[in-house]
């Protein structure tokens, strides 16, 4: 193409900037050939005329089109130039935040000085085994691709790794030898590759320290040979270092450090161990303070000292030897410290005899302090006829102790480099390597010496290794495709080697200048000006005559000659090394005892000395100059390069202020000059730096055919003519065999081409869409102006009516208004006057209404004082007349008292009163005589009963014969009328006395009544609000789908799960690392032993690693897990997550049950003290209490036994009551049973007191006819004792009768204080009860609906667990005895079977015994089938026949998992006969050659079928095993023939292991079959025709990188994915494999799908455009629809899909505004932060039309995403599990009706 066709309007071109290098711009006006300016304008709007000349100003770059910008190769750019390269690093840097880059061969990475998370093992595993452009950029591909080669080609590698301090190159080293330890990582257990990684901390204390460019720059090169053996893993290592940088040791520059290993020592001086090494803080040593700088932020040299020393021990350099390299550390700091005073004479100088740190010095290594202190200021000249010692001066004093100080460290570093080369040497030959060179990159700074010399020397041999690589790679591209090429002309750089290394070179002549006695730098310099004068690349400077310059490849560098000869002697004194070759410590000894020595000394014993002294020839290693050491060392590492195949990492430092993303185009412009990154693109541009593939340049510019072109079917054929009718100039192109290959700018040109096709055809679509839019527009318009009319028209004839219809309506109101407005005003006037007359009519009334009550007050104030009046006159009439009757009656009176008077004194009137009277006291004196009698016979009959009686009558007695000799009766008689009067009154006080009580007692037990029927309707109020309350939370829970507890409970389910399935995996690992240790491992010890009787334990030792469980306690896991199962899940994880719930509630429901307990106790001990009360026979009145507590004392002790029987029978009702599943009917059972209990209790109290009464009546009625009896025999008795004595025996009756009562009443009173106290202790737990509700359903009001769910689910789940508790008792407590009766019940039937054994052994004269001859009568019964007996010693033909030798191929036919029917069979007659050993020794040989078997045969097809029959075996010991909770979908049948004499739950667990390791080695096989068709079926297939869109790839998929031949790597489609799935469920299904597993294989594969795709998506620029994400989800939706048409959808193996289809929906939703950026946060809840931002970093158009997603709008998505709490996890996990669950299945196949092949081989085996 022309300059015309180019430089056009709106083209865009880079023009130089001497502030940003480059800078873009746009012509605005053609340039036509010619011209002098060229027109432009700046991207800020800003004109510019760009001056054009032929020789001064050539035309600007051309700019790449934006599709290329971005480009993970810079080699893939149209346009390859300095500019291109720079702006594409910058985007990628700084918009992408993508550090590296690929340019060709090179890998370029930028340092960012920040911690990157894409260094995982996760990304490891990612880039592990993928060519190296099928990948973003990174170190791991670099590496990948040198292990990969090394596996190929068996040819060694290197990864070259260069660059400037600061930018990163230790870092890439070490990333690249951690992906080496990781991928081949060593097969033994030696840890190799832990060793090779443990030598960084060691290199990086001794070799590295703080510089102005980098707080951790390798002050030294190194080579790491990493050795790999035959199966490429690794062996061992080997370390190369080249030129330690000595100088740091005793000179730093300002904010500079020494080595680290420095200020480690001095952190970590207070350490006890340390103290002998005298150190202190660094500041205190001037070689470790020279910088002012001691510090570096955020790094701890403690804790990095502690890190070097676990290195030092992890490579097996022992406490001693660590020790002593501490000591030699610390000795150079104190000789730095050494005091070196000058003498008067200034030529001479001397060491203070106190110095500490020279006897520091001196103590830490061991030599003699005194010829130190002299030979530090002394040196011996050696001359041919004597040797003498010469004073120095305090400065060449001062040199000699630095350079002393250098020496050691020099030494040291080499022996610790030597010792951990020993540590990483093996044994074993090494069969290849790849070696890692981080070497210093070229160097240059305003003082530059000899070390920047060594530096550039050295890089410019490797960039002429690397340009001659580059070239070879070229030619070899180009020969490959068969295309003519011509030399392309580069930079060869060696003139510039030659002018350093050749004869008479510059070191040549610094070596020579080194040997002349008084040879300087300036003499050096002048032979420099004399010899290489005429060279290119040497100059003179024209200010100076001691530097020189060199015209290198990247920069020209002047350098300073002063020093060069003095740094390339390196002279040490020989008298102060055998100072310290004399040293006491032996390692400071070997330090410096040379190779030669040792051999020297053991020559010849016999020494001759000369005649002469001949001066000491210095060791050869002293004569060996530092440049002559760097140039041989150079040598042979670039023969070992030129061995080997090398990869380039050269590492870019962005700017010099350590700033996190911040790049400064200057700085990178300098080091891309210097590494060679731009040489490598003006190779590539010389030739044709662009290649397409055929079907690529089709599918991308098909466009630009015709459609005639389209359709034929050679499609290479369709290219060329395309590329010869696009492209007039035949040299711009090349067709090779696979490829089309461009010359630079073609590839932009036919973007411009296709981007006008594309442009013309939009113009045309647009001009058809707006025509069709404007029509559509017009009539649009035309129908709405007509719409319009017709409304506007109708609106006007509508208002004309409207005003009609309104000026009637007018006239209307105004009549009305009107005629409203004359009623108002006439109604207005009406009660105005109704008003006025009705209150004249009021005043007037009330005017006569008060005359009237005037007038009636008056008449009532007459009527009163005129009665007033009357009573007073009758009042005084009265009082006279009573005086007067008074006065008469008092007179009367006397006169009757004086006449009575009189007759009284008269004796006749006495003789007739004592005449009755003696008569009565002669009757008295009878009677009291005859009961005297009667009462002495009762005292002798009755003393023990009566004696109370008798001593009142003796007191009557005496009172009666007082009464006689008194002569006068009447006042006894009198008394005994009072007492006898004084006792009916008590009686009568009694009988009140019991009636207020009876009375209080019916009034209390009405309250009582009251009471408790008010609790029973709060108790029915209580009962409906706890009724409304579930039906509230049942409702809310059932409105829920899936609570969040059940999901979290589950998901903590599973974790225990994954943590157990994990252990196996693990444990599976240790044993196959054991077995590929041993060779050959006996697994005959693996025999773990079953649970017998107790009574017939086996002596049998068992080696079983399983612990033996009983079953009484727990079952094995499976079964739990089983159980889990079958009670659903949100009660299995209740139970689980609630345990301690449970055990909590258990001890308050027991604390409860003691205290109920004591308190029956209490009443006991309380009614057996009261029924122990001493008794006294004297007294009635104790007698009676006697009575009454024997009475008292049965009936407690009946009330006791009724109490207990009540508890008996609450106890049963909560155990029947638990079993109930409905909760709001519990409280009002409860509350029942207890009223019950409380009515019968009353009943059977008022039944007792009836027979209290009954039996008081009985005693007192008794008593009164034993009187009467005794009485008829006494005659003449009077009336007066008669009465006297019966009122004593009623009022003693009475006395008794009210204690009766009183202590009834107590009882009573007693008993309901009791029920009154539980009915309030129950009204306190119904109140408590709701008041929890009402807290409850308070707190529930206040909660989300979510929230409120969970906390109602939550509730409920309580709420069960309390209500099983009870059941679950019961339930274990049967099952202990139900376990109890099994085992008395296998003991008889053992001893039953073992007494008909020895009668059949005794009746057998053969020795061995005839199978089926002891069952022969049985056979015919029912439990005896579905058995198979064989003989002991045909147990290996056995397993051969069914484990070791069978194929699923031999048993396909059959019923499925057979082999697992027939060994169970043969299991049940062992179990039969009752054979442990047999058990054991079956089951045992079962499951090891199970595992044989799977080790040997590791196909899909073996493992699916061993799976599936192991699982099925698990079922059938389940299925048989007795336990009822396996037993509820058993048949009759199969439930007869259940396991009768052993318990295999130990088994069963063992058998669950070995399927979880199975099912592993099952998913680990699936995966390793189709991950290697994931990525190509997934991403790069096209599913969809014609949908893909291809850009250019650069080296992607280039020849080096390719397992495959030239036709590219083996492609895989959507399909042969589906159909490889379809063939894995197949085989399953055939198999018999519980669909619950098939469910979860498929779930885990799909997982395995989706993390490899999303990790390729994530690490994949060329896949993440709008294309690729419609062509992902229709593959998705493709897996979906197999999912459906299997069965397979609620596997939830479609949810782990969910990540890849919300990827393929950010590749495909708009990514412009905020409304889109919240769009896709809430869409892509299943990727992480990093993970949406690195797709949306990686977003890439396919073509102009597109736009890129902007760095702002990758902002707000970040900052919209910050309040997620995720993992910073970019990757996902490939190698993540999730816990299978074998779920109980058993079988419906009798066992009796199996029938078993021919084929198989069985014939040995008799059914039974």
């Not at 009021?842 to 209404?849: A, D, E, P, S």
């Not at 054991?1074 to 009787?1093: A, I, T």
């Not at 045969?1497 to 396996?1526: I, V």
């Not at 667990?1549 to 096989?1565: E, F, G, M, R």
Request: contains cysteine; proline residues 3%; glycine residues 4%.
């Amino acid at each position: 193409m022309s300059v015309n066709e180019l430089y056009t309007k709106f083209t865009r071109v880079w023009i130089p900037d001497p502030d940003e290098v480059w800078r873009a711009a746009e012509i605005t006006k053609d340039y036509k050939e010619g011209d002098p300016v060229l027109q432009l304008q700046l991207e800020d709007g800003t004109p510019l005329e760009y001056q054009v000349g032929p020789k001064t100003n050539p035309l600007p770059f051309l700019r790449n089109p934006d599709i290329l910008v971005g480009e993970n190769d810079l080699t893939a750019l149209s346009y390859l130039h300095e500019p291109a390269v720079l702006h594409n690093l910058r985007v990628r840097f700084l918009e992408s935040n993508h550090i590296y880059t690929y340019c060709g061969i090179v890998l370029v990475a930028i340092n960012p000085y920040e911690q990157l998370q894409i260094y995982g093992e996760e990304v490891i595993n990612a880039y592990s085994g993928q060519n190296m452009g099928d990948m973003d950029p990174h170190i791991f591909a670099v590496a990948e691709e040198a292990y990969k080669q090394m596996a190929r080609d068996e040819r060694n590698q290197s990864i070259i790794v260069s660059g400037e301090s600061g930018a990163g190159k230790t870092v890439s080293a070490k990333y690249a030898m951690r992906f080496f330890a990781t991928v081949g990582g060593s097969a033994s257990d030696t840890s190799v590759e832990e060793k090779v990684l443990a030598s960084s901390p060691i290199m990086e204390a001794i070799g590295n320290a703080k510089t102005t460019r980098n707080d951790n720059s390798s002050r030294f090169g190194k080579y790491i040979q990493i050795g790999f053996s035959r199966h490429y893993h690794i062996i061992g290592a080997n370390m190369r270092t080249y030129l330690l940088e000595k100088s740091r040791v005793v000179f730093q520059a300002e904010d500079e450090r020494n080595y680290h290993i420095f200020y480690q020592l001095c952190a970590s001086a207070t350490i006890p161990e340390f103290k002998e090494l005298s150190l202190t803080s660094a500041e205190d040593f001037s070689y470790t303070s020279l910088g002012e700088n001691i510090f570096i932020e955020g790094v701890n040299d403690a804790d990095d000292f502690r890190k070097t020393r676990e290195a030092f021990t992890l490579l097996g350099i022992k406490d001693s030897s660590q020790s002593s390299i501490f000591k030699i550390m610390a000795s150079i700091l104190h000789l730095g410290n050494v005091e070196i005073r000058s003498e008067r004479d200034g030529e001479s100088c001397h060491i203070p005899r106190d110095d500490l740190h020279l006897q520091h010095f001196c103590r830490l290594l061991g030599v003699e302090l005194q010829q130190m202190e002299h030979w530090l200021c002394h040196r011996k000249l050696a001359t041919t006829s004597e040797t003498y010692v010469k004073n120095m001066s305090a400065k060449q004093a001062a040199n000699a102790r630095d350079a002393l100080a250098k020496h050691i460290y020099a030494r040291l570093f080499d022996w610790i480099v030597e010792h951990i080369n020993r540590a990483l040497q093996t044994s074993s030959k090494q069969h290849s390597f790849i070696g890692v060179l981080d070497i210093y990159g070229f160097e240059t700074f305003e003082v530059n010496s000899f070390e920047q010399f060594c530096i550039n020397y050295a890089n410019e041999k490797l960039q002429q290794q690397f340009n001659s690589h580059v070239f070879k790679l070229e030619q070899e591209e180009y020969m490959k495709e068969q295309i003519p090429w011509t030399l392309i002309d580069f930079y060869d750089n060696q003139p510039c080697i030659d002018l350093i290394e050749a004869r008479l070179g510059i070191l040549d002549l610094l070596d020579e200048e080194c040997k002349v006695p008084k040879g300087t730098d300036q003499n050096w310099a002048q032979k420099l000006y004399k010899q290489h004068s005429s060279s290119a690349h040497f100059q003179k400077p024209r200010m100076s005559n001691t530097s020189f310059i060199i015209i290198h490849f990247a920069d020209r560098v002047e350098y300073q000659c002063d020093g060069f000869l003095e740094k390339n002697r390196d002279t040490v004194y020989e008298e102060q090394i055998n100072i310290l070759k004399a040293s006491q410590f032996q390692l400071v000894a070997d330090l410096f005892h040379e190779k030669d020595d040792v051999s020297s000394s053991k020559s010849s014993r016999v020494n001759v000395r000369p005649l002469k002294a001949v001066p000491k020839v210095p060791n050869k290693e002293h004569r060996k100059t530092v440049g002559h050491q760097f140039r041989s060392s150079l040598h042979l590492l670039m023969e070992t390069l030129n061995a080997t195949t090398p990869h380039y990492v050269r590492c870019i430092k962005p700017n010099d202020d350590k700033e996190a993303f911040s790049f400064d185009s200057r700085r990178a412009v300098q080091q891309l000059r210097a590494c060679g990154v731009l040489e490598t693109i003006r190779i590539s541009a010389a030739g044709y730096p662009s290649r397409w593939t055929y079907p690529d340049f089709f599918n991308r510019y098909r466009v630009l055919m015709k459609k005639s072109d389209m359709m034929a079917a050679d499609k290479k054929l369709v290219c060329k003519n395309l590329m010869e009718t696009l492209i007039k100039e035949p040299d711009m192109f090349q067709f090779g065999k696979t490829k089309i290959f461009f010359r630079a700018g073609q590839v932009a040109y036919l973007e411009k081409l296709r981007a006008d096709k594309f442009r013309s055809a939009c113009i045309k679509i647009q001009k058809t869409v707006r025509g069709w839019l404007q029509r559509v527009r017009y009539r649009k318009i035309r129908k709405s102006a007509i719409t319009l009319q017709r409304y506007g028209r109708g609106y006007l004839a509508r208002r004309y009516a409207e005003f009609l219809r309104l000026s009637r309506a007018a006239l209307i109101c105004q009549k009305q208004y009107r005629m409203v407005r004359e009623r108002r005003a006439y109604l207005r006037v009406r009660r105005a006057t109704i008003t006025i007359q009705a209150y004249t009519r009021g005043m007037f009334t009330r005017r006569i209404y008060w005359e009237f009550l005037l007038h009636h007050k008056a008449l009532i104030i007459q009527k009163n004082v005129r009665g007033w009046l009357a009573r007073r006159r009758f009042r005084r009439a009265r009082g006279a007349a009573v005086i007067i009757q008074c006065a008469f009656r008092r007179m009367h009176a006397k006169k009757q008292l004086k006449q009575l008077k009189i007759e009284a004194r008269s004796a006749e009137h006495l003789k007739k009163l004592n005449t009755g009277m003696e008569n009565k006291i002669v009757q008295l004196q009878r009677k009291m005589d005859e009961q005297s009698k009667e009462l002495k016979a009762q005292n002798e009959h009755l003393q023990t009963t009566n004696s109370c009686l008798g001593s009142e009558v003796s007191k009557l007695q005496k009172e009666l014969e007082q009464v006689r000799g008194q002569q006068s009766g009447g006042g006894r008689l009198a008394s005994l009328e009072e007492e006898l009067e004084r006792l009916r009154e008590e009686l009568q006080e009694a009988h009140a006395h019991r009636k207020q009580l009876e009375e209080e007692h019916s009034s209390e037990k009405v309250e009582l009544t009251q009471r408790v029927e008010e609790l029973e309707k709060e108790n029915l109020l209580l009962k409906n609000e706890k009724e409304e309350m579930n039906r509230h939370i049942l409702q809310q829970s059932q409105s829920s789908k899936e609570g969040v507890s059940s999901a979290s409970l589950e998901s903590e389910l599973d974790q225990e799960r994954q943590r157990y399935q994990n252990l196996l995996k693990e444990f599976s690992r240790l044993e196959q690392r054991y077995d590929n240790l041993k060779e050959e491992v006996s697994l005959s010890k693996f025999q773990p032993g079953h649970q017998r009787n107790p009574s017939l334990q086996s002596s049998l030792e068992s080696d079983s690693n399983y612990p033996s469980i009983s079953t009484s306690e727990v079952g094995d896991s499976e079964d739990c897990i089983q159980q889990v199962e079958e009670m659903g899940v949100e009660k299995a994880a209740m139970d689980i997550s609630l345990f301690m719930k449970l055990q909590k509630r258990v001890r308050e429901l027991e604390q409860e049950r003691k205290r109920l307990q004591v308190n029956l106790e209490k009443m006991e001990e309380l009614a057996n003290r009261k029924g122990s009360e001493p008794r006294s026979p004297t007294s009635s009145q104790e007698t009676a209490d006697l009575t009454y507590n024997n009475l008292k004392t049965q009936e407690l002790e009946s009330e006791n036994k009724k109490l207990k029987n009540d508890l008996n029978e609450l106890r049963r009702s909560v155990a029947e009551r638990a079993s109930q599943s409905s909760s709001s009917n519990e409280l009002q059972d409860g509350y029942n049973l207890l009223m019950s209990q409380l009515r019968a209790a009353n009943e059977e109290l008022d039944a007792r007191k009836e027979e209290v009464l009954i039996l008081r009546t009985q005693i007192v009625s008794n008593a009164q006819l034993q009187e009467r009896n005794e009485d008829t025999v006494r005659e003449g008795d009077t009336e007066e004792p008669l009465d006297k004595e019966e009122a004593l025996r009623a009022y003693h009756g009475l006395c008794e009768s009210k204690k009766l009562l009183e202590a009834q009443l107590q009882t009573q009173s007693r008993q309901h204080q009791d029920e009154l106290e539980a009915l309030h202790t129950q009204i306190e737990l119904l109140k408590d009860d709701i008041e929890k509700k009402q807290e409850i359903l308070t707190y529930m009001a206040s909660l989300s609906p979510e929230a409120r769910v969970e906390y109602s689910v939550q509730q409920e789940i309580t709420r069960l667990t309390n209500d099983n508790l009870d059941l679950k008792e019961l339930v274990e407590k049967q099952e202990k005895n139900e376990r109890k009766l099994k085992k008395q019940l296998r003991i008889y039937m053992k001893k039953v079977q073992e007494l008909e054994a020895s009668q059949a052994a005794a009746l057998s004269p053969s020795s061995k015994p005839v199978l089926s001859r002891q069952v022969t009568v049985q056979r015919k019964e029912k439990d005896f089938e579905g058995m198979l007996e064989y003989y002991k010693e045909d147990e290996a033909r056995l397993i051969k026949t069914l484990v070791t030798d069978v194929r699923p191929s031999h048993v396909s036919a059959t019923v499925p998992c057979l082999p697992a029917y027939i060994l169970f069979m043969c299991i049940r007659h062992a179990d039969y006969i009752n054979d442990d050993q047999k058990v054991e020794s079956l089951l045992t040989s079962t499951i090891n050659s199970i595992k044989k078997v799977l080790k040997k045969n590791d196909d899909f097809e073996m493992t699916s079928f061993w799976l599936a029959n192991t699982s099925r075996l698990l079922h059938c010991l389940k299925q048989y095993s007795g336990d009822e909770a396996f037993m509820t979908q058993n048949t009759a049948k199969q439930n007869e023939h259940c396991l009768k004499n052993f318990d295999l739950a130990e088994y069963r667990q063992v058998l669950s292991d070995l399927s979880i390791q199975i099912y592993q080695q099952l998913i680990k096989v699936a995966e390793g079959t189709i991950q290697p068709m994931i990525v190509s079926a997934m991403l790069e297939s096209e599913s969809i025709p014609s949908l893909a869109s291809v850009k250019s790839m650069g080296y992607r998929n280039r020849s080096s990188s390719m397992d495959t031949d030239a036709d590219g790597p083996a492609s895989y489609t959507l399909q042969a994915l589906i159909r490889q799935l379809g063939q894995f469920h197949a085989i399953m299904r055939d198999h018999g494999l519980d669909p619950e597993i098939v469910g979860q294989v498929v779930r885990q594969l799909f997982h395995c799908i989706n993390a490899v795709t999303l990790n390729n998506l994530l690490l994949r620029k060329d896949v993440c455009s709008w294309s690729t994400g419609m062509q992902l989800r229709y593959n998705t939706s493709q897996m979906e629809e197999w999912l459906r048409a299997n069965n397979l959808f609620q596997s939830k193996a479609a949810a782990t899909l969910e990540p890849i289809i919300q990827a393929a929906q950010l590749l495909q939703v708009k990514k412009k505004t905020s409304q889109d950026a919240e769009a896709i946060c809430s869409l892509c809840s299943a990727l992480t932060t990093q993970q949406i931002v690195k797709i949306l970093n990686l977003y890439t158009p396919l073509n102009e039309f597109e736009e890129r997603v902007t760095v702002s709008f990758i902002r707000n998505i970040q900052n919209r995403l910050q309040e997620r709490n995720e993992p910073p996890q970019l990757l996902v996990d490939t190698k993540q599990t999730f816990p299978v669950l074998f779920p109980y299945a058993p079988s419906s196949l009798s066992l009796e009706t199996l029938h078993i092949p021919a084929s198989l081989g069985l014939d040995f085996l008799v059914r039974v």
